[in-house]
């Protein structure tokens, strides 16, 4: 059984970085058969996919063309994890934040089939 | 970006009626299509993949239909269990995207 736990702060200033760890047990970060996702819930936005990393011969990185320019995630393999960090933080970025994996078949790439329990994340001065 | 449109948005319900949640995307996804449950503080949770193919472990009320452009989700006996909101979710081109969701209550 998979299981993800995340961890990191639940306020964080304007302007500075947002940063949250997911741990995973039950699979590993250097699968060739899963990708490492972050998605954030809002109010405003809805359910948003932000990124993702995953390993095949060499570890890819693909992000949503909405926060490119101040994301980037991160795997650790020596702890079997993988982080967030979102750069230059507004209120706008205030959402609850999820990592997920997605099991990679023939077919789809982006099935989440487990989630980590969620972070609010909260940013206010 | 597909986009994915849900309707009906809020839907009241008694236990025991059989309710049916659509979702259209923007364009062809083929049976690209996922279904989730969310209740309040919990994370999404996968029901249904490829349109209409039960995750593990998910009731047989819960069924999924569609293709290309218009997709459903029917509950065929709703359980008091059941009230949640539900999302779809398009997997057939990048990046994914979601649907704006359909809270279901009990009437």
């Known amino acids: 059984q998979v299981q993800l736990q995340q961890s990191g702060p639940g306020l964080v200033k304007p302007s500075q970085t947002l940063s949250l760890t997911c741990a995973i047990s039950?699979?590993?970060?250097?699968?060739?058969?899963?990708?490492w996702n972050w998605i954030r819930q809002s109010p405003s936005r809805g359910l948003e996919w932000l990124g993702r990393?995953?390993?095949?011969?060499?570890?890819?990185?693909d992000y949503a063309v909405s926060v490119k320019s101040r994301i980037t995630v991160n795997p650790d393999t020596s702890k079997n994890q993988f982080s967030l960090q979102l750069n230059s933080v507004t209120p706008e970025d205030t959402a609850v934040y999820y990592c997920?994996?997605?099991?990679?078949?023939?077919?789809?790439?982006?099935?989440?089939?487990?989630w980590g329990q969620g972070t609010l994340v909260t940013v206010s001065s | 970006d597909i986009q994915l449109t849900q309707s009906p948005s809020f839907l009241s319900a008694f236990v025991g009626d059989r309710v049916t949640i659509t979702c259209r995307a923007s364009?062809?996804?083929?049976?690209?299509l996922a279904w989730y449950q969310q209740k309040p503080g919990k994370a999404p949770k996968l029901l249904i993949f490829?349109?209409?193919t039960l995750q593990g472990g998910v009731p047989s009320r819960f069924s999924g239909s569609g293709s290309g452009t218009e997709f459903t989700l029917t509950i065929s006996s709703l359980q008091p269990e059941d009230f949640a909101t539900y999302y779809c979710?398009?997997?057939?081109?990048?990046?994914?995207?979601f649907g704006q969701g359909t809270r279901l209550e009990i009437k």
């Open positions: 997920a994996r997605a099991r990679i078949t023939s077919d789809w790439s982006t099935l989440f089939d487990y």
């Open positions: 039950g699979d590993s970060v250097s699968s060739n058969s899963a990708a």
């Open positions: 990393t995953y390993y095949k011969s060499k570890w890819y990185y």
């Open positions: 364009q062809g996804i083929i049976s690209s």
């Open positions: 490829g349109a209409s």
């Open positions: 979710q398009q997997l057939h081109t990048y990046p994914p995207s």
